[in-house]
């Protein structure tokens, strides 16, 4: 049996994550992801799964082609511009640290960790999201 790996992170860091095994239409194959630490939980992380834009997150081509983030077609959709991805809300799980194959790098090999504005947009987000799940609204 593996052992689970301690990996330590900030809140927002992006890494390349193994979903394999996953079903249906859920993720899957190796993705980057946005981490955030479980408090008081070693070896699993809440992950939200990134993917690339494709013209269907959009609702006109236009907007596809502007990147405008205000018009994905679905709520639990969210463009990031930092990373040219799209957050699939709607895939939000947590993962177990062995998930992680490694952080993400920009050009000058440092960590990418999602800027300020756009941690908070995504917790917004989110917070209406299971709102909506959660009751009815």
């Known amino acids: 049996m593996k052992k689970n790996k301690e990996i330590n992170f900030v809140d927002g860091t992006l890494c390349h994550i193994d979903f394999r095994g996953n079903v249906g239409s859920e993720i ?3 993705h980057l992801g ?3 630490n479980l408090p008081k939980i070693d ?3 809440l992950c ?3 993917t690339s834009p494709k013209e ?3 609702k006109t081509k236009e907007d596809y082609n502007n990147r405008n983030y205000h018009e994905t077609k679905h709520f ?6 930092q990373t040219d991805s799209i957050a699939l809300l709607e895939q939000v799980k947590i993962i177990s640290s062995m998930r992680i194959k490694n952080f993400y790098e920009n050009q000058d090999k440092k960590i990418v960790v999602l800027d300020e ?5 995504l917790r917004e987000k989110l ?7 959660l009751y009815k609204k």
């Open 28 to 30: 899957n194959s190796v």
């Open 34 to 36: 946005v981490l955030y």
């Open 43 to 45: 070896n699993l992380a």
């Open 48 to 50: 939200i799964p990134l």
């Open 56 to 58: 269907k997150h959009f």
């Open 76 to 81: 639990s959709w969210q463009y990031i511009k």
């Open 117 to 121: 504005y756009t941690q908070n947009l």
């Open 127 to 133: 917070i209406s999201y299971f709102k909506k799940i």
